[in-house]
């Protein structure tokens, strides 16, 4: 008989966010695959599991996946967990994951906290539809044009980003984005120092560049997604729109673009209204 493998969501913080489900069956697991021993030892040590410990990170997965398998194979309850929320979310397990399927091993969740459904769900964007894009790429170039390729996406987005690049990040979504856009700031949650700032791009970077502490801890960026008579805009004549408008009023830029776009001048009037009734 096979065992089982457990996909354990454990806190983002707060570790009375540990539920009882999830406490059980990392007492009663003889294997524990965790990202970093250290890391998980405090939780570990305060549950008081039996379990022996194997480092699972994304290093090692794929072969530490046939070290898990195996004792799964052998009928040994096996609980994967990441340093803190869902694994496979922004986390390894997703290889490992893949492989049980494909040796047809049962594969249980045991579900809980996840900075991504935390943030949104306090977020006050809309939740019907959202998309996760985990974090951006770390380098300028090719953030910018990973963010030029999402600007008209009309889902809410949500971004996990690192405290050295959040303020980069912003700028870089005022440019793509437009400064008008909602988004809200999830800093810290759970923790001593939870902070949610909702406001547009433009007001969320100038509160960070004022305010240094506020870009410090663990992130989660929502974003709006564009009203659908901007996503009516394609990338090229929002660039136009854009270029014109630095040089000229609203109603001449918007003007000029219809003739240069083949675009209706109302829609571009309206579009660019709505950038600049965000500016800060
Ligand atoms: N697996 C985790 C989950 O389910 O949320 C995410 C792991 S990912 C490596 C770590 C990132 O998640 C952080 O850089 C931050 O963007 C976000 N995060 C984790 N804990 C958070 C918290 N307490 N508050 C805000 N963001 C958090």
């Not at 690192?162 to 810290?188: K, M, Q, V, W, Y």
């Not at 270029?243 to 009023?249: A, G, Q, T, Y």
Request: charged share 25%; with cysteine.
């Amino acid at each position: 008989m096979s065992g089982t493998l457990y996909i354990v969501a454990t806190p983002i913080g707060n570790l009375a966010d540990l539920s009882a489900r999830a406490r059980a069956v990392l007492q009663r697991a003889d294997l524990i695959a965790v990202e970093d021993t250290r890391h998980s030892g405090r939780l570990l040590q305060e549950i008081g599991t039996r379990a022996a410990l194997l480092s699972c990170h994304e290093h090692n997965e794929a072969q530490r996946t046939e070290v898990i398998l195996s004792r799964v194979q052998q009928g040994d309850t096996v609980a994967l967990i990441s340093d803190a929320g869902t694994p496979l979310i922004s986390d390894p397990g997703f290889v490992l994951v893949r492989e049980a399927h494909r040796r047809g091993l049962k594969v249980v969740p045991v579900p809980g906290p996840s900075a991504l459904i935390a943030a949104l769900s306090c977020a006050g964007l809309a939740t019907d539809r959202f998309v996760f894009e985990g974090f951006l790429p770390a380098k300028a170039g090719a953030r910018q044009r990973r963010l030029a390729e999402l600007a008209s996406e009309t889902r809410t987005l949500v971004f996990y980003e690192a405290p050295h690049r959040i303020l980069a990040c912003l700028a870089d979504l005022c440019d793509s984005f437009g400064t008008a856009r909602d988004a809200t700031l999830a800093r810290e949650l759970t923790k001593t120092y939870e902070t949610l700032v909702h406001g547009t791009l433009q007001s969320l970077h100038d509160l960070l560049q004022r305010d240094e502490n506020q870009q410090k801890g663990e992130i989660v960026l929502v974003v709006a997604g564009t009203a659908r008579r901007e996503q009516a805009l394609d990338a090229a004549a929002e660039h136009t729109l854009r270029i014109l408008l630095e040089d000229l009023p609203l109603k001449q830029a918007a003007s000029l673009a219809a003739r240069l776009t083949g675009l209706k001048k109302n829609l571009l009037y309206d579009v660019a209204l709505g950038w600049q009734s965000g500016k800060v």
